[in-house]
């Protein structure tokens, strides 16, 4: 009854701020999503490693492996709970760990139950504090009692596979530059027995990390890393952990995805992941936390919550628009149909039929304007602010290519939302997705780094005129030139340049 409660309290708080129709596409998405993600169990039994497959690994052994120190901060944790994430760390076949619990419970409960176990595993470092700082001091003081070279964060009542801490060694072993890694994960049901909603990362992306905590768990760093950036911020509770892995990237050095399932996010009332309206609090200091990364990058931009909880749109600076602002005072151009966007503010459109390879002919004198727009809808209609959301991605330092988000003629997209490093073996894809929904992880309506253009992008002018130079090495005279969109991409990303999606620059195909 109270679950039914809550539920009914959560939908009528959420049909308050966006409407019943938004509340009744995301129901039907989830349902959606839970459909295509059913053959996940069986899909994850058969990636579990054979017992003989983990004595190999228990068997391997290395004098140079890294000692994992496990930080995790606990509070009047469940017994059950508690017993099971520690039998889990001490089921790994990589044994060089440590886990250091730092406690913060007014009771004794949590060291009660750990009895037992501190007197026969000398891995398990504990520690009952005389004060409950939050969890941020707590996880400090853990971080504090850690002695291994890397430092990996785990939940007092989540749980790992066996074969977690083997799989990060060897990233660790084959990344010798890398010093953040992170893993796939999942959730499992309250009893521990059901694994669902399996979470298929990208490779590390910053766009996609300024949306939403992406990376979250199993996150681990060097130990010497994390206690310069200064370990965790109390001001953060809530999004800590967020807080602490903007602050770990930002020293630069390769962040190395891990793109295996190889933790468990267990799903239980008081949890975000059961109920994402548990800890409100904690999406406000998200936002916080990305707003303190942009100002420590110097990046203008400002960070608006969304209608789902725990994903963020930063809204970056348009220099121009500014500018022309000023010039223009009052008066104010928007442009709401896209066949009238070519030409306004120093943008040429051209159109390239997809259906052909999509390959796009042009002449050299064709690229004289400060903005070329490609995409393969002749005919439709653009959000108001389209060019502006488009032109400050373009802006922004790095950024080759600037993707909007298109619909076909039947409201569906038109284009796929591919980012490096995914591997989903269910097969769940952007394309085809109706107007109004989320995707899979919302990736649908959040900025990201892409693997390759939508088929709607922006690009600078001098950028397109200096890729053409390269296309026509050895043929300067070549007039008109035909051009793949792909191969424009491909050269984009190997002249260093990212290509970036930018869901709120929205296009409609008209008939």
């Known amino acids: 009854m109270g679950k039914a409660t809550g539920l ?88 060089n760990w440590e886990l250091c619990i730092a406690d913060g419970s007014k009771s004794r409960q949590v060291e009660k139950a750990l009895e037992g176990l501190l007197r026969e595993e000398p891995r398990i470092q504990y520690k009952h504090l005389t004060l409950n700082g939050g969890i941020s001091q707590n996880t400090n003081a853990a971080l504090a009692m850690a002695t291994g070279e890397y430092v990996a964060l785990l939940d007092h009542d989540d749980l790992l596979f066996p074969q977690t801490l083997y799989e990060v060694a060897k990233a660790i072993k084959e990344n010798p ?70 602050r770990c990237v930002e020293q630069g050095g390769p962040v190395v995805h891990i793109p295996q399932i190889l933790y468990s996010w267990r799903s239980h009332a008081s949890s975000t992941a059961a109920d994402p309206e548990s800890k409100l609090y904690a999406y406000e200091a998200g936002k916080r936390a990305v707003e303190a990364h942009l100002a420590r990058k110097k990046e203008a931009g400002r960070v608006l919550e969304t209608a789902n909880y725990g994903f963020y749109r930063v809204r970056y600076r348009d220099k121009r628009a500014s500018e022309e602002e000023k010039k223009q005072a009052s008066r104010r151009v928007l442009i709401n149909s896209f066949e009238n966007l070519h030409g306004q503010k120093g943008i040429k459109v051209v159109y390239y039929d997809k259906v052909r390879n999509k390959v796009v002919t042009f002449r050299k004198r064709d690229v004289t ?135 709120w620059a929205v296009l409609y195909e008209q008939r």
């Open 177 to 246: 530059l890398g010093e953040a890694f992170y893993t796939d994960e999942d959730k499992v049901s309250f009893d521990g027995k059901r694994h669902f909603q399996p979470h298929f990362k990208p490779d590390f992306n910053l766009e996609l990390l300024r949306s939403n905590n992406y990376i979250c768990h199993f996150f681990v760093v060097k130990r010497e890393r994390a206690q310069r950036i200064g370990g965790f911020r109390p001001e953060f509770d809530g999004a800590q952990d967020y807080d602490f892995i903007l």
């Open 369 to 503: 304007d400060d903005y070329v727009l490609f995409t393969c809808v002749k005919k439709g209609k653009a959000d108001p602010g389209f060019f502006r959301e488009l032109r400050a991605a373009c802006e922004r330092p790095g950024i080759g290519m600037a993707c909007a988000r298109v619909y076909n003629v039947h409201g569906r997209l038109f284009h796929s939302v591919e980012m490096a490093g995914v591997c989903n073996p269910l097969g769940i894809t952007m394309k085809g997705l109706k107007k109004g929904y989320l995707g899979y992880f919302h990736r649908a309506c959040l900025q990201q780094e892409l693997a390759k253009p939508t088929d709607c992008f922006l690009m600078k002018g001098k950028l397109l005129e200096e890729l053409l130079r390269l296309y026509q090495e050895g043929d300067s005279g070549r007039d008109p030139i035909s051009l793949d969109v792909e191969w424009l991409g491909a050269q984009v990303k190997r002249m260093g340049y990212r290509i970036v999606y930018e869901p």
């Open 8 to 95: 009914l309290g959560r939908g009528a708080r959420y049909v308050g701020k966006y409407g019943f129709l938004q509340l009744y596409r995301k129901i039907r998405e989830r349902r959606q999503l839970d459909r295509l993600e059913e053959p996940y169990g069986q899909w994850l039994s058969g990636q579990q490693p054979t017992e003989a497959a983990l004595q190999l690994q228990r068997q391997e052994k290395n004098p140079q492996a890294p000692r994992i120190s496990i930080l995790v901060p606990a509070y009047e944790t469940f017994r059950e709970f508690l017993l099971e994430m520690v039998e889990s760390v001490r089921s790994q076949t990589y044994e």
